[in-house]
C-alpha cells in the first residue's frame, strides 16, 4: 500500500532563512505526491504537486518541492522563511491502485521565528 | 469562486446522540470527499462519491457512519449514534474528477 512518512514533527526556522520539511514515500508505481498546507482552523490548501516532469516543482507561496526518486522522497523547500508560514504541513501521495485516494502522512509543524 | 462550504464549524454533542454535517462543494467539482482528521494526525478517508455514487466507502463505519449525496452536489455525513472516539475534525473535500483537491473548513465535533 502506498503511504508517506514525515520524519520530523516540528521544524524551526528563523524568519529569512531556507527551510525544508521532509517527506518520503513508499509507492508501487509511479507517484503522484502532494503537499498541503494547514492554518489554524482551517483547512487545508494546495501548495504543489509532482506528476512527471521536472524533478523541482513550484508551488504557491513561493514554496518548491524536489522529487529524488532514488530517495523516495519529495522535500518541501522555501528559500526565505516568513513569520507567516508558521502552520502544519502534508505530504501526500496518491494510490494509483483500486480507489485512488490520497494517503496522507502525519504532518510537520513548522514555526517561523522572527 | 466560493470555496468548498461546510456547516456547522463547531459542535459539542453527548455521546450515543446523533449528529450531521454539511458540505457545499466548488461549483461543477463532481468528485466530493469526506475526512476524518484526529489530533496530531492527517487526514484520512471516510468516503469518495463521484456525482452522486459512492465510489470508495471502504473506511467508512457503516454501522454508525451514513453519508448521502443527494442530486450529485450537496452532500451530509451522519453519525447516529455518537461516541466519544467520533470526537475530531471532519473535512469535506472537492475536485474535479481527480485534479487537486480544495478543503472546507471541517467541522470539529465533540463528544461529551
Known amino acids: 500500500a502506498q503511504s508517506v512518512a514525515q520524519p520530523e514533527d516540528q521544524v524551526n526556522v528563523a524568519e529569512g532563512n531556507p527551510l525544508t520539511v521532509k517527506c518520503t514515500y513508499s509507492?508501487?508505481?509511479?507517484?503522484?505526491l502532494f503537499w498541503y498546507v494547514q492554518y489554524p482552523n482551517r483547512g487545508l490548501q494546495f501548495l504543489l504537486k509532482y506528476i512527471t516532469g521536472d524533478n523541482l516543482v513550484k508551488g504557491s507561496y513561493g514554496f518548491e518541492a524536489e522529487f529524488n526518486k532514488s530517495q523516495t522522497s519529495f522535500h518541501l523547500k522555501k528559500p526565505s522563511a516568513l513569520v507567516s508560514d508558521s502552520a502544519l504541513y502534508f505530504c501526500a501521495v496518491r494510490d494509483m491502485t483500486g480507489f485512488q485516494k490520497l494517503v496522507f502522512g502525519t504532518g510537520t509543524r513548522l514555526l517561523v521565528s522572527p | 469562486e466560493a470555496g468548498v462550504v461546510q456547516s456547522p464549524r463547531y459542535k459539542i454533542i453527548e455521546k450515543k446522540q446523533p449528529v450531521a454535517f454539511w458540505c457545499n462543494p466548488i461549483?461543477?467539482?463532481?468528485?466530493l470527499y469526506w475526512y476524518l482528521q484526529n489530533l496530531g494526525q492527517g487526514p484520512e478517508l471516510l468516503i469518495r462519491y463521484e456525482n452522486e455514487e459512492a465510489v470508495d466507502d471502504s473506511q467508512l463505519p457503516k454501522d454508525r457512519f451514513s453519508a448521502e449525496r443527494l442530486k450529485g452536489v450537496d452532500s451530509t455525513l451522519k453519525i447516529q449514534p455518537a461516541e466519544l472516539g467520533d470526537s475530531a475534525v471532519y473535512l469535506c473535500?472537492?475536485?474535479?474528477?481527480?485534479?487537486?483537491?480544495?478543503f472546507g473548513p471541517g467541522t470539529r465535533l465533540t463528544v461529551t
Open positions: 473535500a472537492s475536485s474535479s474528477e481527480l485534479g487537486e483537491q480544495y
Open positions: 509507492v508501487s508505481g509511479n507517484p503522484y
Open positions: 461549483s461543477g467539482h463532481n468528485t
